[in-house]
């Protein structure tokens, strides 16, 4: 019961000094790699409304030198589809946040019988940051 009151860590109020992309209440980008993330996603499904994450480039990933990982408090949920990460690195650069940590809304999605949790983003093209 003291959990359904006071929140996971995960649940806490995210404050962040990043800037911040410009929010449609769309949705409509897909993480990938979010299956590896299941438990953090768990915890967040009681947000239904949405919630802050943070997309960060992540230069020496070995994997892929333009990946963006999707945190929460540095909790990893998942990472920007190859091709929305490309897009969105230069989108961003050309605004002046090359290579920089930016925040967006995020909603956790249920599929599979209730046993799979995603990662839906509220990020539109053209990236758009909201002035602070």
């Not at 993480?31 to 996603?41: D, E, F, I, K, R």
């Not at 909790?75 to 969105?88: D, F, I, N, S, V």
């Not at 946040?97 to 949790?117: M, N």
Request: charged share 25%; net charge positive; hydrophobic share 35%.
């Amino acid at each position: 019961a003291r959990l359904a009151k006071t929140g996971t860590a995960l649940q806490r109020r995210y404050n962040s000094k990043n800037p911040r992309i410009h929010a449609s209440d769309a949705f409509d980008l897909k993480a990938v790699g979010t299956s590896n993330y299941q438990p953090a996603l768990i915890e967040l499904e009681a947000m239904a409304s949405g919630f802050l994450v943070t997309l960060e480039p992540e230069a020496d990933n070995p994997h892929d030198k333009h990946a963006v990982r999707v945190a929460r408090h540095g909790r990893t949920l998942g990472y920007l589809p190859a091709e929305a990460a490309a897009r969105w690195r230069k989108s961003l650069a050309a605004q002046g946040y090359a290579d920089q940590p930016v925040d967006c809304r995020a909603r956790v999605t249920i599929s599979h019988g209730h046993e799979r949790r995603g990662l839906r983003l509220d990020l539109d093209w053209p990236v758009k940051i909201d002035p602070r």
